[in-house]
């Protein structure tokens, strides 16, 4: 093979490359117009569900029907966490008549600041006033279980709350 054949070769491979990369250039579709990315950065990450809570209505409900000396401690156990036992619903019962005796009842009830506190929980800032009970204010802790339950724990705070001085 003489070197001018092999020049020849060569440049006539180098033409063929050089074609290829123009046409191949001038092929490359360009977007017609840019589209939205799918993926957005810097958005912030969507906040966790909403956990339900009370409305005030629901737990001024609780909590009226739970300092009615009209019905027993007994007939209230549905309102409290985890129901009353014969012992506890006794010591309200008994809470109650001695309430109702010194002139504390009826309560005005007030419910505000409700927060959710966990799943199937919420807190509230409650007032308790009577005809000879200055208002005192104290968070309770509700529970969901089949409907908006009073604690075993607010029970006990609320009970010294209402029943002190």
Not at 14 to 34: D, E, N, W
Not at 50 to 79: C, F, H
Not at 121 to 148: C, M, N
Request: aromatic content about 4%; overall charge neutral; charged content about 15%.
């Amino acid at each position: 093979m003489s070197v001018k054949s092999l020049a020849t070769g060569v440049a006539a491979v180098a033409f063929a490359g050089a074609a290829t990369a123009a046409v191949s250039c001038l092929a490359t579709v360009a977007p017609a117009a840019a589209t939205a990315p799918a993926t957005v950065f810097f958005a912030p990450l969507p906040l966790e569900p909403a956990t339900d809570v009370p409305t005030r209505e629901q737990l001024i409900d609780v909590l009226n029907t739970l300092a009615d000396p009209g019905v027993s401690a007994v007939g209230k156990s549905y309102l409290i966490e985890g129901g009353l036992g014969p012992v506890e619903a006794s010591v309200m019962d008994r809470k109650m008549h001695k309430g109702v005796q010194n002139g504390k009842f009826p309560l005005s009830i007030s419910v505000a600041d409700i927060a959710p506190a966990g799943p199937g929980a919420a807190t509230a800032e409650v007032t308790a006033s009577g005809p000879k009970t200055e208002p005192r204010s104290v968070t309770l802790t509700f529970v969901d279980q089949s409907g908006w339950k009073l604690s075993k724990s607010s029970l006990l705070a609320l009970s010294q709350m209402t029943s002190s001085n």
